[in-house]
Every structure is written in C-alpha cells, then in structure tokens.
C-alpha cells in the first residue's frame, strides 16, 4: 500500500496568494514524522517544516505552515504570500520512527508549484 | 544544518562502463547512508540503505550487482552503476544521517546519462 500520497500532480497560483498543498499518509505507527520537501529544477531537496505525529501545534516555518490532522491522516503544507521563487516540485515524505532504519523515508510523488506573476 | 556534499553533480558515460557516484557528509559522521533514484517527474525511489561497515541492505526490485554500495568510512558513501546501459539514465540522490538518527540530510544529487 502506497504510504503517501499526493493527489495534485501540478498546481497554479497567482504571485502574492496562499497556497495548500495536499498529502495523505498510511501507517500505523503511533510514533511518525512528516517533511515536507522543495525541489528546483536544479535537483537538490530542500527541507521545509516538519510534524512529528505526537505535536500537537501545527508547525510553522517562515511562509509555510503544515496542517497536520491525524485523525484523517493528512499532512497539507501551506505556502503563504507565493513567490516566483516557490515555483518548484514539492515532495511529502514520512519516516516511520521505529522502523529499523529511522530515517528511511517514504516520499510521495509530488506536486510541482507554479506561482505565476 | 549538516552538508551533505554529492559528487558529480552531472556525468555522461558509454553504455558498457562503469560510473561511480560519491557522497560524504563534510560535518559530521554519518552512520546510515540512502541511496535514491528519481525517474523525471516522479518521486524518489529507495534503492538501498548502508550502514557504515557493512553490508548495503537493498529494496526489493533494486539489482544489487548493478549498483554497488560501499560505505567503508563514516564520512563516504559510494555507489557504482556497473556496466550502465540507457535505462540507467536517471537522477540519483544519497541522503545521510548521525549517530543521532533525528534527521537526513540530502545531497545534490548527480544526474547520469548513458548513451
């Protein structure tokens, strides 16, 4: 079964307006962690916020926000104020915290970003 | 946060050789190196976990004589695609963690094209 998901393949919004970014997740471990990740054309991921399942506040990071509601298990990443510079692919991750390797991350499949002008 | 530093960023190798693609933690001592592959516009796929020392630990579908993993120090990890055919044309991106396992750094990745 897929871990996580990540149903919008592309995204359009305009320069200056907020943006969700939609993720749902499959486990069941009690004990979790979520990522969000940027990645430019140039390739490299970039870390954006993190939620571990026992928090109980939404984190917030600059710009970006993680509404994190685990009874529905999802994980949407909130980008305020879009930039041209958030145009990007955007990748949610999992790390289930007692697997074997701690940080063997579950990504989904993306949703690229454009922030228009 | 940690730098993880991958190298080369972008290589282009005949169909028949092989390629070797390193990654090194430059600030602290990476104990359990993963190796990913992303095909164009999609996620990234696990091909495999190393751990300093031993044995590299694959995910099901991965060739392990294909891609040979190596992490022989707590600072280097290496893969080697060997005998690299077209449709091993991918990006490939190492990721790394401490001793303390709270987070994975990625590295930048290295873009390989077979022709």
């Known amino acids: 079964a897929q871990k996580i998901t990540q149903t919008q393949p592309g995204m359009f919004v305009q320069e200056k307006e907020a943006v969700t970014l939609d993720c749902t997740y499959d486990?069941?471990?009690?004990?979790?962690?979520l990522f969000w990740y940027k990645q430019p054309s140039s390739g490299e991921m970039i870390f954006l916020i993190y939620?571990?399942?026992?928090?109980?506040q939404n984190a917030t990071e600059g710009r970006y926000s993680l509404n994190f509601q685990k009874a529905r298990k999802s994980a949407n990443l909130v980008i305020s104020a879009s930039q041209l510079g958030d145009s990007a692919m955007y990748f949610c991750?999992?790390?289930?915290?007692?697997?074997?390797?701690?940080?063997?991350?579950?990504f989904g499949s993306g949703t690229k970003l454009n922030v228009k002008p | 946060g940690a730098v993880v530093s991958q190298h080369p960023s972008r290589v282009i190798c005949k169909s028949g050789t092989s390629v070797k693609i390193e990654c090194r933690s430059l600030?602290?001592?990476?104990?359990?190196m993963f190796w990913y592959r992303q095909f164009p516009k999609k996620s990234l796929m696990l091909m495999a976990t190393?751990?300093?020392?031993?044995?590299?630990?694959?995910e099901q579908g991965v060739e392990k004589d294909k891609f040979l993993i190596n992490h022989a120090s707590l600072t280097l990890s290496t893969l080697t695609v060997t005998s690299a055919h077209p449709e091993d044309s991918s990006f490939y991106i190492c990721?790394?963690?401490?001793?303390?396992?709270?987070?994975?750094?990625f590295g930048q990745g290295t873009r390989l094209t077979v022709v």
């Open positions: 991750a999992m790390r289930e915290d007692y697997s074997y390797n701690f940080n063997k991350f579950y």
């Open positions: 600030d602290f001592q990476a104990t359990t």
């Open positions: 190393s751990n300093e020392g031993s044995k590299a630990t694959y």
């Open positions: 486990t069941s471990d009690q004990s979790y962690g």
């Open positions: 990721s790394a963690t401490d001793r303390t396992n709270t987070e994975a750094f």
């Open positions: 939620q571990g399942s026992y928090d109980e």
